[in-house]
């Protein structure tokens, strides 16, 4: 190779543009029959909303299993959430401060003790339909310190709206993307554990919907 020639192919290399390495990160496509699998209370829907937190807030209300985006002027975005052990050990105030699509999964030094899967993926599993984090998480932050608590998705959507055995707060996928297309790194999330109720809608309407689906199922009679 002359100098001439050298020069050239150095230079184009670097006209080249600098790709980030997660550019070329797989993408899996979101489910969104999974919805289906989860009870009418627990799937995603404006509320009114009575908690006292200013727009843009992430709030999670681990005794009912729902997480608030606050939108403002009395309303918020509800999500149904299955919470893990982790989940209930820990509440406060925290900061996103990362945010990953089909994030690699980890598990902690206990699981893989216990759990031959846990321990076949002990140095890290990629991103995929049946990671345990999902298709989306959120990492959450005090100061510059990891709490190790995480918002994340899930591939059993039937674990929304109870307590799981493991992981933080989950999602079913297509909502964790949601939220996740929703609020930036910075926003603050507050964990409580045994809330009041923060808003007026609940299930309400599901339970006056059953009522009235067993009284003319009983007596015969058509609605409407």
Known sequence: MNRRHFLSTALAALALPIVSPTAFAKDFPISKSEVLKVPAKFRRRSVQFTGQ????????????????????????????IGVGRQ??????????????????????AAMVERDPFAAEWAEGMPGGP?????????YLYQGKVDTLYRIHGTFVPSSIGKAVSSGCIRMINAD???????????????????????????DRNDKVAK??????????GREG
């Open 130 to 138: 049946r990671n345990p984090l999902g298709a989306r998480a959120l």
């Open 176 to 202: 964790v993307a949601d939220l996740y297309n929703r609020v930036p790194t910075g926003t603050r999330v507050v964990v409580l554990q045994n809330a009041p109720d923060l808003d007026r809608d609940d």
């Open 211 to 220: 009522r009235r689906k067993r009284f003319f199922t009983l007596f015969g």
């Open 87 to 108: 989940g209930f050990s820990w509440a406060g105030d925290a900061i996103i401060r990362r945010k990953a699509k089909w994030p690699t999964w980890t598990p902690p």
């Open 53 to 80: 937190y200013p727009a843009g807030t992430i709030v999670v209300d681990t005794r009912r299993k729902y997480l608030y985006l606050v939108e403002g002027n009395g309303s918020a975005m509800r999500y149904g």
